[in-house]
C-alpha cells in the first residue's frame, strides 16, 4: 500500500509517519483516560464498588493486553508492523463504541478485554519503526515527538470525553470516541510503509540482519539475553513501579476532584486537559529536545537527570493532594505534569539503543507486559481498595489520604533510573559487539 507517500523525501516522511504514530498513540489512551473520568458515572449507573472500579480500570485490561503483547511484538520484530498496527488500531476502536452498550459489570470487563487485544498492537511496533528510521543520536528527540501522544490524549480524553460525558453521558462518549479512531488505522494502512519491504535503505542496517535471527531465537532465549542486560534490567523495574503509582494514582484523580472539591465532568475535563495536555506537551518535547543536544550519546547523563526529575515528580504530587484549595492543586499538578512527561522520550530512546536490533519491538513488549500487570493490572485495584479501608475514618476523603499514600513510591522508581546509570556504558558496548557478530555472520 503506502502508494500516497511512496515518492515523497525520506525527511518528509519520516516526519510525517511520527505524526500519524502519535495520533494513533493518542488514542490508545483516549479511552483509558475517558474510562477514569466516568468511573463516578459508571459507579452510579451499574451500582458498583470502588474495588469493582479499581478491577474494571486495572487488571480485566492489563492481564490480556500485556500477554497479547509479547506475541504480536515477536510477529512485529520480523513481520509487517503497518499491517500490525493498522488491525490493531481497528479493532481496539469497534470495541471502544461497543462499551457504550455495556449494562452490566461483567459485559464491561469482557469490552475492556477486547480493548485490551487491540491496545496491546500500537507501542512496540511503533517503537521498532522509529528505531529503524532515526539514529541513536536523533532517537530521544523522535521518540519524544511519538510519546506526544500521550500528552495529546489528555485534551482529547479530557476535554472532550469530559463534555460529552456531561451533556450527553458515558454511552455516548465512548461510542463517539470509538467512531473517531477507526478512521486512524486507514491512514495508517494507506499512507506507512514497512521499511522491510521498502526499496530504499534503512538508517539502521542492522535491522535487516537481525530480522531472521530473531524468530529463531525462543521466548526463554530472549528472556535471559535481555535479564544479562543489567541496564535493561533496572529499566524494566523502573517502568513497572512507577506504572503501579502513576496507574493507581492517575486513574482515581479524576474521582478525587469530584469528590473533594465538587466539580463537574465537563469543567474538571477542561481542566485536566489544559494541565496534562498542555504540561505533557512542553514536559515531554523539552526532555526529548534537551537529551538529544545536550548528552545525544551520553545515556549515563540522561538517566541521573531522568532520576532527579522522577524524584521531584513524586514529591509535587502529593503536594497536590494536600493543597488547601482546587487553584493550589491545580498548579502543583501542572508542574508535576511538565515532570513525569519529561522523562518519556529519554527513556525509551535508551531502551531502544540498549538492547540488540532484532529484539526491539519485543523488548518493549516485555516492558509493558510487568509494568501493565503489576502497574495498570494492580494499581487503580490498590488505590480503589485502600480507599475503602480508609473510608471508616475519613469518609469521603478517603480517596484523598489513600493517593497520597502512594506518591512516594515514585522515589524508588528514581532510584532504579539512577542505577541503570552506573551499567549503560557497558551494555551499549555489549550490544554493539553483539550485533557485528551478526553482521559478521
Not at 500519524?20 to 473520568?37: E, H
Not at 465538587?262 to 512542553?282: P, V
Amino acid at each position: 500500500m503506502a502508494l500516497v507517500t511512496a515518492a515523497w523525501p525520506p525527511h518528509m516522511y519520516r516526519r510525517y509517519m511520527l505524526g500519524v504514530l502519535m495520533l494513533i498513540l493518542a488514542f490508545s489512551y483516549v479511552d483509558r483516560l475517558a474510562l477514569g473520568l466516568v468511573l463516578q458515572d459508571i459507579k452510579v449507573a451499574l451500582d458498583l464498588s470502588d474495588a469493582q472500579l479499581g478491577l474494571l480500570s486495572g487488571i480485566a485490561f492489563a492481564l490480556f493486553y500485556s500477554a497479547v503483547g509479547i506475541p504480536l511484538a515477536r510477529w512485529a520484530d520480523r513481520g509487517d508492523r503497518v499491517l500490525i498496527i493498522s488491525a490493531c488500531a481497528a479493532l481496539w476502536s469497534v470495541a471502544v463504541i461497543v462499551c457504550g452498550f455495556a449494562a452490566s459489570f461483567l459485559q464491561l470487563m469482557l469490552i475492556r478485554v477486547a480493548v485490551a487485544v487491540g491496545e496491546a498492537g500500537c507501542i512496540p511496533p511503533a517503537h521498532s519503526l522509529i528505531a529503524d528510521e532515526f539514529s541513536r543520536r536523533e532517537r530521544p528527540r523522535a521518540l519524544a515527538i511519538y510519546c506526544l501522544g500521550g500528552p495529546l490524549s489528555f485534551i482529547i480524553g479530557y476535554f472532550i470525553a469530559g463534555w460529552l460525558n456531561e451533556l450527553y453521558g458515558w454511552r455516548v462518549t465512548f461510542i463517539a470516541l470509538g467512531m473517531v479512531g477507526l478512521i486512524l488505522p486507514v491512514v495508517a494502512w494507506l499512507t506507512l510503509h514497512e521499511p522491510r519491504r521498502a526499496s530504499r535503505h534503512l538508517n539502521d542496517t542492522s535491522m535487516q540482519s537481525g530480522t531472521d535471527a530473531s524468530a529463531q531465537l525462543a521466548f526463554g532465549e530472549l528472556s535471559v539475553l535481555l535479564w544479562r542486560n543489567l541496564t535493561f534490567r533496572h529499566l524494566l523495574f523502573c517502568f513497572s513501579v512507577m506504572q503501579f503509582f502513576s496507574y493507581g494514582v492517575g486513574q482515581w484523580t479524576p474521582a478525587f476532584f469530584i469528590r473533594s472539591h465538587g466539580l463537574q465532568t465537563g469543567e474538571l475535563g477542561s481542566w485536566f486537559a489544559l494541565i496534562f495536555g498542555g504540561g505533557g506537551l512542553i514536559g515531554t518535547y523539552l526532555g526529548g529536545a534537551l537529551a538529544s543536544r545536550g548528552a545525544a550519546t551520553n545515556e549515563r547523563v540522561q538517566l541521573g537527570a531522568m532520576a532527579i526529575v522522577l524524584s521531584s515528580f513524586g514529591i509535587i504530587s502529593a503536594a497536590t493532594y494536600l493543597a488547601p484549595n482546587l487553584y493550589v492543586a491545580f498548579t502543583l499538578m501542572a508542574l508535576a505534569a511538565v515532570a513525569g512527561a519529561a522523562i518519556n522520550g529519554p527513556l525509551f530512546a535508551t531502551i531502544q539503543t540498549v538492547v540488540p536490533s532484532r529484539i526491539r519491538a519485543v523488548s518493549v513488549a516485555i516492558i509493558y507486559l510487568f509494568a501493565n500487570l503489576i502497574g495498570m493490572g494492580l494499581g487503580p485495584f490498590a488505590a480503589g481498595a485502600l480507599s475503602d479501608a480508609l473510608r471508616p475514618h475519613f469518609a469521603e476523603e478517603s480517596l484523598r489520604y489513600a493517593l497520597l499514600a502512594l506518591c512516594p513510591g515514585y522515589c524508588w522508581a528514581a532510584w532504579h533510573l539512577w542505577q541503570a546509570g552506573k551499567t549503560v556504558a557497558c551494555d551499549l558496548a555489549a550490544t554493539r559487539a553483539e550485533e557485528s557478530e551478526q553482521l559478521a555472520v
